[in-house]
């Protein structure tokens, strides 16, 4: 897929969408208070032409449910970009939307603009998560417009959460598997964050919902993430971009982090250094090797995957080195007592 372009993105706030995802406040999410218009497209478009030119440009609009927009300004905004199309400023148009706003209609309309890729949140596949989260479609809805998408020749990217009320770990992990089946070009994975002044804000005031925290995020996605890569399926992003409204204030609870890949990545070697040292003898002395790349990852934060593994083994010591092994891999050097 076309994950090496450079974005340029323009945000659809809730504009237009008749749903209310208790997690949701698009305004505040993508840090944007006002309806996009051509003008911002084509404001968007100059700006990033002013940047020196890489990688492949790829128009994107973000936030709200860009397909569930009256059809007169979706062409308004896909119409603003048919000139930077033209003159080569821009390569592709990717967008993202919800699974019931996609039919055989909205995808040769959004063919005949230039549209490449397209998004779908689909955030759970299970039932009853999706209905508490009050998103008005169901699991089956998810699969049909992944299909209808896949087969018009688009690129597909699908969206998941974690820790949306009712779910559990297992559940989660069910949703990756069920959007792995579905062959998507990429994935994004958001865990649940709980932004002010949201109906998931006030279920837990309330009470009613257990925040999922940042240790809940790592712990679930260190699982799901090796699903993904190990199917093919890239991960293009994990956790909320962080944007100054978030970081201002707007983020009351849940699994807000900047750095959230990274930790996750960096418990993924936790665990498989766990697996690795399942028989090291307490007051050994150990080495662990990895690819130069990954020592960070492999030390953990403050070095709190080392402090973790050696007191878990009751370990004399234990120490990382860069080793010429895989990405990913751990080689145990050397374990004595
Ligand atoms: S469908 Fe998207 S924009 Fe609409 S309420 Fe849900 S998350 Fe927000």
Not at 131 to 157: C, D, N, P
Not at 166 to 177: F, H, L, N, P, Q
Not at 197 to 223: K, M, N, P, Q, S
Request: aromatic content about 6%; hydrophobic content about 40%; charged content about 25%.
């Amino acid at each position: 897929m076309s994950a090496r372009a450079s974005i340029v993105p323009v945000f659809v706030p809730h504009w237009g969408c008749p749903h209310s995802c208790v997690f949701c406040d698009q305004r505040q999410i993508t840090g944007e208070r006002e309806p996009a218009t051509a003008h911002t497209v084509e404001h968007a478009i100059q700006q990033a032409a002013a940047l020196p030119r890489g990688a492949k440009r790829q128009l994107a609009f973000y936030g709200g449910s860009f397909t569930a927009i009256p059809v007169q300004r979706q062409e308004e905004l896909l119409t603003a970009a048919q000139p930077y199309r033209r003159s080569g400023e821009i390569d592709s148009i990717r967008l993202s939307t919800r699974p019931d706003a996609i039919d055989a209609a909205v995808l040769a309309r959004l063919r005949r603009y230039g549209v490449e890729t397209i998004e779908l949140g689909a955030q759970s596949m299970d039932d009853r998560v999706l209905a508490l989260a009050g998103r008005g479609h169901t699991a089956s809805a998810v699969e049909h417009a992944a299909r209808l998408v896949k087969e018009s020749g688009f690129e597909l990217v699908l969206q998941m959460m974690t820790g949306l009320p009712g779910s559990t770990d297992e559940s989660d992990i069910e949703t990756a598997r069920r959007l792995i089946a579905l062959r998507p070009d990429g994935v994004r994975i958001y865990p649940t964050v709980i932004v002010a002044d949201t109906a998931l804000c006030e279920l837990w005031r309330a009470g009613r919902y257990r925040e999922h925290t940042v240790e809940d995020a790592v712990r679930v996605c260190a699982r799901i993430l090796p699903l993904f890569e190990e199917a093919g399926i890239p991960v293009i992003r994990l956790g909320l971009n962080p944007t100054d409204e978030l970081s201002g204030g707007a983020v009351v609870g849940g699994a807000y982090h900047p750095a959230l890949g990274e930790l996750v990545r960096s418990r993924i070697f936790r665990s498989r250094a766990e697996a690795l040292l399942a028989d090291a003898e307490p007051g050994s002395r150990v080495i662990l090797g990895v690819n130069a790349r990954e020592l960070s990852q492999m030390i953990g934060q403050n070095r709190g995957n080392l402090d973790w593994l050696r007191e878990r083994f009751s370990l004399a010591s234990l120490s990382v080195r860069p080793a010429d092994v895989k990405s990913g891999e751990i080689r145990r050097i050397f374990l004595e007592k």
